[in-house]
Nanobody
Framework: QVQLVESGGGLVQAGGSLRLSCAAS????????MGWFRQAPGKEREFVAA????????FYADSVKGRFTISRDNAKNTVYLQMNSLKPDDTAVYYC????????????????WGQGTQVTVSS
């Protein structure tokens, strides 16, 4: 019972930064763990980051660890993905997802998905 809308994607030079936002509807937003996934053309969708409902516990894919930061503002019903030191390999459609309960890394554990936002990193 939640809808997700991503925003903040765009074109950026390698080494640059972007911040993605995912606005969620629903009065029980704080009860949901949130995740970010991404999918490049011709490739499988992969896990990027996840955050517990409290915001105190986070998880990251090895490929983005140290460069990306996931956070959430429950008062604004919004989850963020701060992406620094972007690489061309980060180019993908980024999706946010919600799961009732604890954070998980598996795609099939998430119940709700946004429409995705394109991130393109040029050399």
């Amino acid at each position: 019972q939640v809808q997700l809308v991503e925003s903040g994607g765009g074109l950026v030079q390698a080494g640059g930064s972007l911040r993605l936002s995912c606005a969620a509807s629903g009065r029980t937003f704080s009860s949901y763990a949130m995740g970010w996934f991404r999918q490049a053309p011709g490739k499988e969708r992969e896990f990027v980051a996840a955050i517990q409902w409290s915001g105190s516990i986070t998880f990251y894919a090895d490929s983005v660890k140290g460069r990306f930061t996931i956070s959430r503002d429950n008062a604004k019903n919004t989850v963020y993905l701060q992406m620094n030191s972007l690489k061309p390999d980060d180019t993908a459609v980024y999706y946010c997802a919600a799961r009732y309960g604890s954070a998980r890394l598996e795609e099939d554990e998430y119940d709700y998905w946004g429409q995705g936002t394109q991130v393109t990193v040029s050399s």
